[in-house]
């Protein structure tokens, strides 16, 4: 399995577009950014619609009270905390499919 990074992403984008790396770069980096900061500082149950691509949400996972450790077999409560989600639109399901 080939593991894609941001830089691959970035070259694929200059590729297409034809545009300077550093401009390339910035844009990338700033959406990833914009991405992050809205899931990190927003409260759970925010959606983060792209069309043709898919679903980001925050939702919130409630305290566990009888967790486990697997490194320590330690038991103990689990704090609450959000999680993301994705759900995949309904075209990148469709290319998924393909073969």
């Not at 069309?51 to 409630?62: A, Q, S, T, W």
């Not at 305290?63 to 320590?72: A, E, G």
Request: net charge positive.
């Amino acid at each position: 399995m080939k593991n894609i990074t941001k830089n691959d992403i970035i070259d694929l984008l200059i590729q297409r577009t034809g545009e300077k790396r550093d401009i390339t770069a910035k844009l990338v980096n700033e959406v990833f950014t914009v991405l992050r900061d809205l899931m990190s500082s927003a409260d759970s149950g925010i959606c983060i619609k792209i069309h043709d691509f898919g679903v980001f949400e925050v939702l919130p996972v409630k305290t566990r009270k009888n967790s486990k450790k697997p490194q320590s077999a330690e038991t103990g409560p689990k704090a609450a905390r959000r999680e993301i989600y994705f759900q995949p639109g309904i075209y990148l399901k469709k290319a998924l499919k393909k073969p």
